[in-house]
């Protein structure tokens, strides 16, 4: 089963074609959904900050775990630990003379970096929306992330009502990953590896998980 991970495109290419370290914080957003399935919260929200500390395209998987928490109502204090361990992870470059405040903005100035474009070939709406009408397609901005907001939404919502087993845990982190890549705007089509890797994962562990319900 591992072999195949590294059969899939998104991961073969990743770094060989697009020079790319994805695999990365990909890595540590599948260890938080492993500890979410093992009801370790403490350590699946460290495990979200520490894959947020590589890239912030870590937050396409964050609607699964807002829910989850919701749902089990965990404690706000382990909520902490995502925070906590997204500053340690920056406490070396704090160390090495970065500045505090270009630190803590960094993702922030990367997103206005391609202000002008709606998708960066991620096979989404927008991007058809894009190949359509380049020139009127970056006003519907807006509305992308309306849509956004509403699929998260009904996503939190529905893990409120409906009980998964562990596989079905594993496919609804999918999901999440799926939802978000594909609504956002200004996604490139390697923000789908994450999805990728869920969706694997979730194809073996339906076959091999026994029931487990939230």
């Known amino acids: 089963w591992a072999a195949l991970v590294c059969a899939l495109p998104s991961v073969a290419f990743n770094a060989l074609l697009m020079g790319q370290c994805d695999a990365i914080y990909v890595a ?28 912030a395209q870590a937050v396409l998987v964050a609607p699964f775990f807002l829910a989850l928490a919701v749902r089990r109502r965990v404690p706000l204090r ?37 202000s002008n474009d ?27 992330l309306a849509m956004t907001l509403g699929g998260i939404a009904a ?31 200004r996604m490139h089509e390697r923000y789908f590896m994450l999805a990728d890797i869920l969706i694997l994962a979730f194809a073996i562990t339906r076959g091999t998980l026994g029931a487990f319900t939230l």
């Open 78 to 114: 382990h909520w902490l630990a995502a925070p906590a361990a997204l500053f340690a992870m920056m406490l070396p470059a704090l160390l090495a003379g970065w500045p505090p405040a270009d630190l803590a903005t960094v993702y922030f100035r990367q997103a206005g970096t391609f």
């Open 118 to 144: 709606i998708a960066r070939n991620a096979p989404n709406i927008w991007s058809l929306v894009g190949a359509i009408s380049p020139e009127y397609a970056p006003k519907l901005f807006g509305l992308a």
């Open 28 to 55: 540590a957003c599948v260890m938080a959904v492993a500890m979410a399935i093992e009801r370790r919260h403490l350590g699946m929200f460290a495990w979200c900050g520490i894959a947020v500390a590589f890239k």
């Open 155 to 185: 996503f939190v919502a529905r893990m409120q009502v409906v009980a998964f087993d562990k596989a079905g845990l594993v496919g609804m982190a999918a999901l999440a990953a799926l939802l978000m890549a594909g609504l956002l705007p």
